[in-house]
């Protein structure tokens, strides 16, 4: 039976929440899949992924383009998850190194369902990449424009802009890929001449216009979202050869309590209103957006000690194992596994203290939470991405397990 307070809490879901007093993910009770390992462990809900997707596609769908969806498989590479995306048709994959390719390969996904855009590529990738004649290519730059020319004249390509506006979760400058600073990624307006004239020179034929322009926009950044959607868009009056528009990927989700979810509904309805009357497929590379959320690392407590007047409670895994909320700024939420004291009324702030010899390894400063003790387990919440495929064997406390639970 799901606990009466289970409800109030800002990240409670049908299939997240506590049930009995003991948190409950995908319908299976956390506490005990974490008691079958030793150590850190990574749990995806591969129906929550399926049902992500889905509000993507539908998003998509009502845009009254054609489209292609692309997994970013940078997000999360670990292998059963990326079979089941392979076997359900729903999606390609997006990818932005060699060895991405030979996995996503691996995996069951065809060459023709793979978009590689990537940034610093050597020559030792491009001879890999373009061993795959139905591999689409986006070129970050006119180097790598003029390098694929050399290698196959006369391909087709696509090339990745930045419309010089972007947007990222909480307006964090670190999350946006193009503004008011310039950055590496894609090719500037002020270059854009020599772009076509490199692309020109070589016989290729530009059958993609590409831009990503943020990491975890949300419902109330849409309006600057749309601008630079706008401005990305203004570069096809020069490609009468282009076929799909890739808008990339950056849909975002809640971290925090006030966070508004996106609005899909309006996120249509603005590539709706910019792409009507176009005969183009639109493309888009969420990761995030499907994984994030239908993943948690579960931890267990390994200490409980105050020092001066903060509580600490140690935990087995540290930031190597989910970067991002010691790098961007994105928290996960930590929820006790099975609360001693389920009302929050009740709960005190704690800090949530990795076990990596680092200052910035804390998972939540002052957190409420129930009174905790050694040995209990905490699930920190929105680690189905960008967590165990950016981590690190800092300290050589790299170690964890990944648990696929199948719909």
Known sequence: MRSPKSSGFWWARDDLGFVDGRLNFAGHDVAGLAAAVDGPLFLYSQARVMTNMGRVREGLAQTGQQFRLYYAMKANRFEPLLRALARSGLCGVDICSPNELDRALACGFAAADISFTGTGVSNRDLQRLLAHPELNIN???????????????????????????????????????????????????????????????????????????????????????????????????DLPDVTTVNLGGG?????????????????AAILKRHLSGRNVTLAVEPGDYIV????????????????????????????????????????????????????????????????INEALDIWAAEQPMPALAE??????????????????????????SERLLEA
């Open 292 to 355: 994030k959320d239908a993943g948690l690392l579960v931890l267990s407590v390994t200490n409980v000690e105050m020092k001066c007047d903060v509580v600490f409670a140690s935990v087995d895994g540290g930031f190597n194992l989910a970067p991002e909320p010691a790098f961007y700024d994105l928290p996960c939420e930590p929820v006790a596994c099975i609360p001693r004291t389920p009302d929050p009324e009740t709960w005190r702030p704690v800090t949530i203290a990795g076990n």
């Open 139 to 237: 070129c970050d730059g006119i180097g790598m424009i003029r390098r694929v020319g050399e290698h196959t004249p006369g391909r087709d390509i696509g090339v990745r802009v930045n419309p010089a506006l972007g947007v990222g979760y909480a307006d964090n400058e670190r999350l946006t890929y193009a503004g008011q600073h310039v950055t590496k990624f894609g090719i500037y307006r002020e270059q854009w001449g020599e772009a076509l004239a490199t692309a020109r020179a070589h016989g290729l034929t530009i059958r993609t216009l590409h831009f990503h322009v943020g990491c975890g926009y949300l419902d109330g950044q849409l309006a600057d979202w749309e601008a630079a959607v706008a401005a990305g868009l203004a570069f096809l009056d």
């Open 375 to 400: 040995g209990d387990r905490i699930a920190l919440l929105n680690t189905g991405g960008y967590a165990a495929a950016m981590s690190s064997d800092h300290c050589m406390r790299g170690a964890f």
């Open 251 to 267: 849909l975002g989700l809640p971290h925090r309590a006030g966070d508004v979810a996106l609005d899909m509904a309006r996120w």
